[in-house]
Structure formats: C-alpha cells, structure tokens
C-alpha cells in the first residue's frame, strides 16, 4: 500500500511507480500533481484501489489502465482529464466503483 494523499506532493506523477508490481493501493488523492497519468501504471496488474482524484492531472486517461484487471476501484475525480472514458475500461471485471466527474 502507497498512500501519499494530503502531502502537497507537486510534480509529475513518475514513470518509476510502475515498478511497483506487487502494489495493491494507491492513493495519491488531494495533491497539487499535474502533467499526464503514465501509460506505465498498467504495468500494476495487482492493483485494487488507484485514487488520483483532487490534483491537476490532464490529458487522457491511458488505456494501459484497462489492462489492470484486479482494480475494484478507480477515483480521478477534480481533475482537469480530457478526452472520453477509454473503451479498454470495459474489460475490468471486478471493477465495482469509477469515479470520473466532479
């Protein structure tokens, strides 16, 4: 479990956390992160719970991310994403919450 949420961590979020194989927690909600979410980070195919909600992350949501079949919950919400809901999220199974909006 990483949970980094409420830290002012500002910056990119790096390419590196996805050599994080075995993570199944990742909360790095209520930060002031910008720039893109890697297409790294579905390289976590262990991952249950990614929460980047409340930064300043743009761009699209990467596809990768509907290659992490294991996620239950997924929270990008008060973002500045573009872009539609990547169609790969469809293959995610055991996805129980998305959490996309305002």
Do not use: W
């Not at 790096?14 to 909360?27: A, F």
């Not at 893109?36 to 976590?44: D, K, Q, R």
């Not at 992490?68 to 919450?97: H, T």
């Amino acid at each position: 479990q990483l949970d980094l949420s409420r830290n002012n961590l500002q910056g990119i979020i790096p390419d590196s956390l996805g050599n994080l194989s075995k993570l199944v927690i990742l909360d790095l909600n209520s930060n002031h992160l910008t720039g893109s979410i890697s297409p790294c980070i579905g390289s976590l195919k262990h991952l249950l719970k990614m929460d980047f909600s409340h930064n300043s992350l743009e761009n699209e949501i990467p596809v990768s991310v509907g290659t992490m079949e294991a996620l239950k919950f997924i929270d990008l919400r008060r973002n500045s994403l573009l872009g539609g809901v990547p169609e790969s999220l469809s293959r995610l199974k055991n996805l129980q919450e998305l959490y996309l909006g305002d």
